[in-house]
């Protein structure tokens, strides 16, 4: 007996997103069209000039607690409460 799996894609929002995501979130990446990469998530890894950048696990650092204010990402609150701001880089340098 062989299981298959079925996977639908997600209907993308056409109104304007929000800017703040309160709830704690990762990235993870799903394209099954592409098993090397499908339900993995993206993890940060510190660079040069104090900036993050976004690589697929198992690369980089694990962040599951990733909050969004105001447009500023944030990795939740740390040991001393204060929540430290990441500068995400996507896609190279900006």
């Known amino acids: 007996m062989v299981g298959v799996a079925l996977t639908t ?3 993308l ?3 304007t997103l929000s800017n703040t995501i309160t709830d704690q979130f990762a ?3 799903q394209n099954p069209a ?10 940060l890894e510190p660079a040069g000039g104090g900036d993050q950048h976004l690589f697929l ?3 980089g650092l694990s962040y599951t607690q990733l909050v969004l204010s105001s447009g500023v990402l944030t990795t939740g609150a740390q040991t001393t409460n204060v929540p430290t701001i990441v ?8």
Do not use: R
């Open 9 to 11: 894609a997600c209907t």
């Open 13 to 15: 929002p056409t109104d």
């Open 27 to 29: 990235v993870l990446i």
């Open 34 to 43: 592409y098993p090397v990469i499908h339900n993995k998530y993206m993890n």
């Open 57 to 59: 696990a198992p690369a």
């Open 87 to 94: 500068h995400a880089v996507i896609g190279g340098e900006v």
